[in-house]
């Protein structure tokens, strides 16, 4: 049986390969930013998260799941964005904002055939970091039936019908 969040993880994955090319690096949210492994990470860099998943029984092991989505994008920006600086210094750095806006649209309204399209609900800033990155946290939501408890004897019903349809 597949897990809902392997399968919609690696989707993403593939998702942000194809659409925003920019991101160099996208992984699991496991911690990095508060240990040494931000190091390995070739920047711009996203990691994804599910931190949470509300679940409402619809009745007979069935579940409707409301799980969130947080991609944290970090960015390496050493460019100068003050006023004085000259144009395209300040426009370099403030690419994180386009990029940031390329992966809002590339998951927005997206979806597969096993879950709602994504919504995207917040933005916020995470620059309290301790190694000067430029990090912003985008959070989606989606839904999904979950049959996984179901008894497997109603999964696969095969009907057969002889004879003619009398109109």
Known sequence: MDSF???IFLAIQNRITQEVPEILWIDQDLGQL??????RMIFPTM???FPTAPVEYMGQNIKLVKPSISILLLFNNYSQTHHLAPQEV???GLEYLRIEQKV????QGWNEDYFTPLAHTNTQSRNNNEIGMRARELTFTTSYEDWSLEDD???NVTFNFSGEIML
């Open 34 to 39: 508060a240990s040494d492994e931000y190091r």
């Open 47 to 49: 990691l994804i998260d």
């Open 90 to 92: 300040k426009e370099k």
């Open 104 to 107: 809002v649209n590339a998951l």
């Open 153 to 155: 004897q109603y999964k």
């Open 5 to 7: 969040f392997e399968k």
